[in-house]
Structures are given as structure tokens and as C-alpha cells.
């Protein structure tokens, strides 16, 4: 039998995912051609953010390799694009004169960015972040220009921007909105997002409209101009502003689109023989630019085509779970809510978790999650079955392991999906072939899992659910590494331990020199690992390794909190929360003559300074005259005391004295993570010493110690540590303590959970049973603050430190 002909125009995923499935359905039943504009074999799109911040090479998120095609029979041409079909005769016609003859034809052409049609957008240095030679573009912007605008503030921005900024760009985000995702993301989630990118170093100007971008007399970028008449500087504008279904072709050959190629439930067009699937269709009115929708409408075009006939595609609820520079969200549903729902919500700013359930009469219609993103599958599985979760109610909001423990784990763990749900869905793959593979296969690691199914080959958000598969099909047997020995990013293998250990042994004093040592597979490394390493650098060999400024957040480069509005926020230092009338006159003078928009005492027991903007903070340092920076950083923050023995009727020794000491005694301070401290004048308490990284309280006999406590939503309450006789013993044992924490903590692991891997008996064995080795400790921490501290002193002067500043605020 002579095999029918197939051609496919465009070589991206979804056309390409249409062929696989065709190829599981029957292998011999078309001659497959396939034209591609670009010049390399089918590859993730997806995965073109970590390509650009170096993460991964070009050659890492290739799909299909072109032995791929050679080995499935399919005649493959690479920069080649279709520019006519002649349905008459059914062929299509390319730019560079090649013509091919079809039976059936699937249109896969995708989509194409949208460019603002304001005047300058083709000056050099004007691009877009759709393919691989955008990134290309973008790497090689990056290598030879300082300042990026990225015009959008959806993901592909977020992702562009994250990108060039890795690569050592100071860049600013444009936005026409007031949130970021806004259409994944209701605002508090939004704001966080915001908060998070803020510290990693972007810059953002939300509710502005482009009006013109501005060239130079070579015609290359040199600037943007909004609406309201305020300029930018720029060296690179990337839009990333939305797209459009590509349809060109489509239209010139007189097939019917609006907003897409309009399509059938079977992915027919108005023409029988040609199919279309992917971003460039309109399925009952709707254009999805989601990869699972895609997936689906893949899987019943190869049905059709393969002539079974049964498939049928009415459309897709989706869900959106992404990565954003490292941050997981997702949102599925109405997550926005009406007059007629009801909402639960869940926050912990500090925590940096953010969940929202919107609820109609007994069903789960919407969910939004921030941070915290494990449950999302099965709260999306909620909304799309429509079942009642009245007696789920109570335990909704803490996920599906709390549903667990009230007797019901049978029905919702993991082990009781079906095996239809959907795990993967940047792939589409549910939990049956995951489990499929792992029986069939002998399969016992998550990239085992990956290679065999694409299952979390993509963003990843979904390799936690995987595990949870692999476990409850092979228990034990399982390879799963706990979380302390995963690989600190995606540029190595070696986890933080390994990291540190390598930088002790190796007397490895610099970024560069690490990098190389370890042969990171970035040569710049990222914005997860090089804030890691400069804190590990820093810490190890304080006095030789030079501190990175440019790995430091951006609150501790700036020595400011910045704001969700773009202000900054001023924290002026009082030892121990106390002040006088003339500190307290200098900040009301401030706070009149800058017009602060609030003055608030924080939970430290300090004065805020909130809505200061970006140009004023030097006036403002100067004008207060007192030292700022310390409330913002991964360091020493605060130290919280009550009034005493001094002036309270309870009190038994003097809180307020033991407090400064303690700050002046810590001040500049880094540290893992952030530390603060509190001393209470007796039991009472009031200054909460029980819920803080070091809490001392006074009893008649003198202090009791108190290690490894964490306020917020996961509230920690401390371990008693020590109990102490004597003011110099409370700073030996505090320091000694934050020394060994130091010295032995993952970046980003605050004391609680530094003391629940190591244990607390550990801590007590080198601080409170070795009085020589605290005595070290006490020392190597006092040598290191004498090179960590006081960045004040420079802040006003001619310094490196001030034109640092200059540049970021310029």
C-alpha cells in the first residue's frame, strides 16, 4: 500500500509532539516531511530562560535531535520556511524554492511576539524573547552593554529580565499593569513576587506606557520615553509584551482564522485536509499558549490523522504552574473570586508563602499559591472534577497531607490518584505512565523518571510529586536525596556542604576561583549559587576573600529595603531600641522635610521610614546622621529588649544594658540567613524572647539562654541552650553559638533549621561542654566582624561603596 503524505509546518513542540503520538498510533502510514524556519531540531521553548542566564546550553534543551528523524524515516528541512500553500494541487512552496506535496497537512506555525508599534522599535537593539537566536542576541547584549529595559512584566519578561540581570546587566522592568502575572496572579501574590525580584536586583516601573523608544546617531538604542513625558536610559529594550497567533500563511492561502486558525473539536480547519494545532489555533473562540493544552490537542490531531477517528478535543481548564527565577507559583480556576465566593487565605510575607482558595457554595473553583506550590496538582484536580469538599473544609487550606491524616489518605494521597491525573503538565504526563515506567523500566531516580517519561524535564515545579510516585512504587529502593544533599542550582552538582567543605580544604578565596575549581557548568554561575558562595567565601576566610557586592542582594548593595512602590525604606540604628529626643527630633525633621509618607515603629522595637525615594536616601542618611542598613540584610537585624530591672517593678536584671551590648557587641554581623535577637528583664517575657534566633531572659540567678527560635506563620519556639551567671559569659555563649551557625549553616538556613539537621546536642557539645573550643569560635567571629562591619563609615565619602550606590540608583 502506497503510504500517504504529511507534511507539517513547524518544527516546534506541539507539531512535533502531533508526530510522536501519530508514530505510537502507526509508523507506516504517512511519508512525514517537516519544515522549520529555525536551524535547529525540535526543542524546548520552555527552557529558553535558563539557556540565556547560562544555566543549560542550547544543545541541553534539544528534544529531538535530527538522528531522531533520520531513525522515524521523517525528511526534516531546517531553515526553510513555508511561504505558500496551493491547495488546489496540495503543495506548499518555501522561501528557498523547495516544494512538497501533501495528503494531509498540519499547521503548527505557533506564534509570534507582539512588537509595540511605537516609533524606534527596529533600532538596533530592539529585540524579542521568543527563540533561540533572541537568546543569542540577549547573551551577546549582555557581554558588551551595562543597562537592559524589559518591556512586559509577564513571565517571558520576568524571565528575560532575570536572564540578562545573571548576566551582570542592571536592568528595569516596564509594566502597563500594577501587578506582575497578572494574569496568573492575584495582587498579594503579585506583591510578593515583586518583593522577591526587588532583592535579586531588578528594578521595576509598573503603570508605565512606552511611548517612543529613542536611538542614537548610529540608529542603536540609547533610550525609552513613556507617556508621561519621563525618560530611561538603556543600552538594550527587549518586548516581551504578549503574542499573536502566527497565521500569516494561513490567510494568504485562504484559510479561515480569527484570532488563530479556527478549528474543529477534531484540530480540522474549514480546509478537511489540513489540520492545525498549538498556539497558532482558535478552538471555539480560545487561543491557548499553554504547553498542556497544546499537548492535548496533539494527542487528538494524531488521532484523526492516524484515521482511528475517536478523539475528540472540547477544550481545556488549565492551570498555571511556573518557576519564576527560581520561585515557584500557581494559580488554576477563577482565583480571583466575585460577589458570590468566598475566599481563604493564608500569608506569610517573611516565609515568602502566599495562598489563596476561592470557594463557591461547596466547590473549589480558584486557587492562587506563592512559594508554597506542592499541593497544586491536587488542588487543580479539585476544581476540575467539581467535587464537594464540604467535609475536606477544615483541612483545605493545608493541603492534601493534612487530608491524609484525618482518615481519608487512601482517597487523596498520592498513592490514590488515578492514574489519568496529570503530574507533568509543561509535558502532559500523567501518573500511569509515570508509574508505567518506573515498573517496565526498573526505574529508582527522578532523572531516570525525566529521561524515560519528559516528566519534570521542564520547569521542574513537578519533580516533588514524582518523587512521591517513585516512593510509593518502589519504597525504600527509592534514590531520593534528601534536601540537604541536593545540588545547590542547576550550574553544579555539589550541595552546600560539598561547596563549603571545598572552599575550606582548597583555601578557595574568590567566586572565579571556586567556579573554575569546581568546573561549575556556568562560567558566571547564577542568582541562586554566587550569593551562597560569597556568603561561604566571605565567612571562611575572613580578611583574604574579597566580599562581591554584586552577589549580595540588592537590599544589602543598596543598604535600603525596597518597596513593592519602588520607594525604599530607612531603619536608622538605636542599640537596644533606645533613642533620645535628639535622634527622635533629626528623624520627625527628615520625615517633614522629605515628605515620608509613614513613620512606623517596627516589631523590633525601631523607627521605619517608609516611602523614601531612591534619589533622597543620601540626603537622608546624611541628615539623620545616624548608621542605616542593618535591618535589611542576611545578618545581625535587631536585638529586642524589654526596660529591666531599670525602671519595671519585675524586672530581675538589667534587659536594656544586656541588649546593647549584645548589638554593639554583633554589629556588621553576616550570617546565613537573617538573626535576631531579644532580652527579657525576667519570665514575663515581654520582649518575646522565645521566638527568636538567640533569646536571652533574666531570672534572679542570671540568664537563660535560649537558641534556634523563628516568629512568622511556622513559628519556632527556642530550645533552651545554657543557663549563664555573668554579662561577659552571655556574649562569649552568643557569639560562640552564631559562630558555629556560621560556620556550618546553608545559605539561607535560618538557626531552626540549622539546629534540626545538626541537633541541638551537637551545638551544646562545641558551644556550652568545649569551653576552649567556644572560646575559639568567640574569637574567629570577633576577627571576622572587624573586616565584615561598618559599611557606614564609607557610605557618605567618595568610595567604591558610594559610587556603587550612585549606580544603582542612577
Known amino acids: 500500500m502506497k503510504k500517504m503524505k504529511l507534511v507539517v509546518v513547524g518544527n516546534g513542540m506541539a507539531g512535533i509532539r502531533t508526530i510522536e503520538e501519530l508514530l505510537k498510533l502507526d509508523r507506516d502510514l504517512y511519508d512525514i516531511t517537516v519544515f522549520g524556519s529555525e536551524p535547529y531540531p525540535n526543542y524546548n521553548r520552555i527552557l529558553l530562560s535558563p539557556v540565556l542566564t547560562g544555566e543549560q546550553t542550547i544543545q541541553d534543551i534539544i528534544l529531538n535531535d535530527t538522528s531522531w528523524y533520520e531513525a522515524n524515516g521523517i525528511t526534516l528541512h531546517l531553515n526553510s520556511t513555508v511561504t505558500q500553500i496551493n491547495r488546489a494541487r496540495k503543495q506548499v512552496l518555501t522561501d528557498d524554492g523547495k516544494t512538497a506535496s501533501y495528503d494531509r497537512l498540519l499547521l503548527a506555525t505557533g506564534s509570534k511576539p507582539f512588537i509595540l508599534p511605537v516609533p524606534g522599535n527596529e533600532l538596533k537593539g530592539v529585540i524579542s524573547f521568543r527563540d533561540i537566536r533572541d537568546v543569542e542576541l540577549m547573551i551577546d547584549a549582555a557581554s558588551r552593554l551595562q543597562h537592559a529595559v524589559v518591556i512586559g512584566g509577564g513571565l517571558l519578561g520576568l524571565e528575560a529580565a532575570n536572564g540578562l540581570a545573571a548576566r551582570g546587566m542592571q536592568v528595569s522592568v516596564v509594566h502597563l499593569g500594577a ?47 513613556f507617556k ?18 502566527h497565521t500569516d500563511l494561513a490567510e494568504a492561502s485562504g484559510i479561515y482564522t480569527h484570532r488563530g486558525v479556527v478549528v474543529n473539536d477534531t484540530l480540522q480547519s474549514y480546509d478537511p485536509s489540513i489540520y492545525a494545532v498549538g498556539e497558532c489555533v ?12 497544546l499537548f492535548e490537542q496533539a494527542k487528538v490531531a494524531a488521532n484523526h490523522l492516524a484515521l482511528h477517528g475517536i478523539g475528540r478535543y472540547a477544550g481545556s481548564t488549565t492551570s498555571t504552574k511556573l518557576k519564576v527565577t527560581g520561585i515557584d507559583v500557581f494559580s488554576a480556576g477563577d482565583f480571583v473570586g466575585g460577589s458570590n465566593t468566598e475566599a481563604i487565605t493564608l500569608a506569610d510575607p517573611v516565609g515568602g508563602v502566599y495562598k489563596k482558595l476561592v470557594i463557591q457554595g461547596d466547590k473549589l473553583i480558584g486557587a492562587c499559591l506563592y512559594g508554597d506550590t506542592v499541593d497544586g496538582a491536587w488542588y487543580f484536580r479539585l476544581i476540575r472534577e467539581g467535587k464537594s469538599i464540604a467535609e475536606l473544609r477544615e483541612h483545605l487550606m493545608f493541603g492534601e497531607g493534612a487530608i491524609g491524616d484525618t482518615g481519608h489518605a487512601g ?86 556542604g560539598e561547596i563549603r567543605k571545598a572552599i575550606r580544604e582548597q583555601h578557595l578565596t574568590s567566586i572565579s576561583q571556586t567556579l573554575r575549581f569546581l568546573e561549575w557548568r556556568t562560567s558566571d554561575g547564577c542568582a541562586t549559587c554566587r550569593p551562597a558562595l560569597n556568603y561561604y567565601l566571605m565567612s571562611t576566610w575572613p580578611g583574604e576573600a574579597k566580599d562581591d557586592s554584586q552577589s549580595r542582594l540588592i537590599n544589602e548593595r543598596a543598604h535600603a529595603n525596597i518597596q513593592k512602590d519602588g520607594t525604599y525604606s530607612v531603619v536608622p540604628r538605636m542599640w537596644g531600641g533606645v533613642t533620645n529626643p535628639s535622634e527622635l527630633r533629626r528623624i520627625a525633621d527628615v520625615a517633614d522635610k522629605y515628605k515620608v509618607p509613614m513613620v512606623k515603629v517596627t516589631g523590633g522595637q525601631r523607627i521605619d521610614l517608609l516611602g523614601i525615594k531612591k534619589e533622597d536616601l543620601p540626603a537622608v542618611w546624611k541628615e539623620l546622621d545616624m548608621p542605616s542598613g542593618h535591618a535589611y540584610g542576611k545578618s545581625l537585624r535587631t536585638v529586642k529588649t524589654c526596660v529591666g530591672k531599670e525602671f519595671c517593678r519585675f524586672g530581675t536584671q538589667d534587659s536594656t544594658g544586656m541588649g546593647i551590648a549584645l548589638e554593639k557587641d554583633l554589629v556588621g554581623m553576616w550570617s546565613p540567613h537573617k538573626v535576631k535577637l531579644a532580652v527579657s528583664g525576667c519570665p514575663r517575657n515581654c520582649a518575646e524572647s522565645g521566638i527568636k534566633d538567640i533569646g536571652i531572659i533574666a531570672v534572679d540567678s542570671g540568664w537563660e539562654l535560649y537558641v534556634g527560635g523563628n516568629g512568622g506563620i511556622k513559628t519556632e519556639v527556642a530550645q533552651f541552650f545554657v543557663k549563664l551567671q555573668t554579662h561577659d559569659e552571655v556574649l562569649e555563649y552568643t557569639g560562640a553559638f552564631l559562630q558555629l551557625y556560621r560556620e556550618e549553616a546553608f545559605y539561607l ?36 566582624i572587624s573586616f565584615e562591619q561598618d559599611p557606614w563609615a564609607e557610605r557618605l565619602e567618595a568610595t567604591p561603596a558610594r559610587r556603587e550606590f550612585e549606580t544603582l540608583t542612577a
Open 179 to 225: 501587578t506582575l502575572l497578572d494574569r496568573q496572579l492575584d495582587s498579594a501574590a503579585a506583591a510578593l513576587l515583586q518583593t522577591s525580584l526587588r532583592e535579586r536586583g531588578l528594578s521595576f516601573l509598573m503603570e508605565h506606557q512606552t511611548e517612543a523608544i529613542l536611538g542614537d546617531e548610529q540608529g542603536a538604542v540609547c533610550g525609552i520615553r
Open 228 to 245: 508621561d513625558g519621563s525618560e530611561l536610559a538603556t543600552d538594550l529594550v527587549v518586548m516581551a509584551v504578549g503574542i499573536r497567533p
Open 282 to 293: 482558535s478552538h471555539r473562540g480560545m487561543a491557548y499558549g499553554l504547553v498542556a493544552p
Open 411 to 496: 482517597e487523596n494521597s498520592v498513592a490514590g490518584m488515578p492514574d489519568t491525573t496529570e503530574i507533568c503538565g509543561c509535558n502532559g504526563v500523567c501518573k500511569g505512565t509515570i508509574v508505567k515506567a518506573i515498573r517496565e523500566q526498573g526505574l529508582f531516580t527522578v532523572d531516570e523518571i525525566k529521561k524515560h517519561t519528559k516528566a519534570a524535564s521542564s520547569c521542574g515545579s513537578c519533580a516533588g510529586l514524582v518523587e512521591q510516585i517513585l516512593i510509593s512504587c518502589v519504597g525504600g529502593a527509592a534514590d531520593i536525596k534528601p534536601k540537604s544533599e541536593k545540588a545547590i542550582c542547576a550550574c553544579v552538582d555539589y550541595t552546600h
Open 749 to 784: 538556613e535560618r538557626t531552626c533549621h540549622y539546629l534540626a539537621r545538626v541537633g541541638l546536642e551537637h551545638a551544646k557539645a562545641r558551644v556550652v561542654d568545649d569551653a576552649a573550643n567556644r572560646a575559639e569560635l568567640y574569637a574567629r567571629l570577633k576577627f571576622a
